[in-house]
Nanobody, 125 residues
């Protein structure tokens, strides 16, 4: 599976951006797609993940209520709608995927087998 992420950019605090990630290849077998982010000088941080089969989502506490993750099965694409952006959301955002992911491991970066290139999101006035 190859992942292609897009949609980053510069936005003012309080603004919105939508990230996309297209998967090429099979999405069968308890497939999950999600996002991690890495701010300058910090470790990768879990953002959100969605189960391909039923659309069940999980969010980090830092983005819950502001970000929405969805998927379009026909396009093999997930969308991360980011609203009410804050300067602390500034990071490189990475799309990731895993086949056979168990629920308890969804926040664990080490569980994901497939990674896209990062896309930079900068929130600044």
């Amino acid at each position: 599976v190859q992942l292609q992420a897009s949609g980053g950019g510069l936005v003012q605090p309080g603004g919105s951006l939508r990230l996309s990630c297209v998967a090429s290849g099979s999405t069968s077998g308890r497939f999950h797609m999600g996002w991690f982010r890495q701010a300058p000088g910090k470790e990768h941080e879990f953002v959100s993940v969605i189960a391909w089969s039923d659309g069940n989502t999980l969010y980090s506490d830092s983005v819950k209520g502001r970000f929405t993750l969805s998927r379009d099965k026909a396009k093999n694409t997930v969308y991360l709608q980011m609203n009410s952006l804050k300067p602390e959301d500034t990071a490189v955002y990475y799309c990731a995927a895993k086949r056979g992911l168990i629920a308890s491991a969804r926040r664990d970066k080490g569980q994901y087998d497939y990674w896209g290139q990062g896309t930079l999101v900068t929130v600044s006035s």
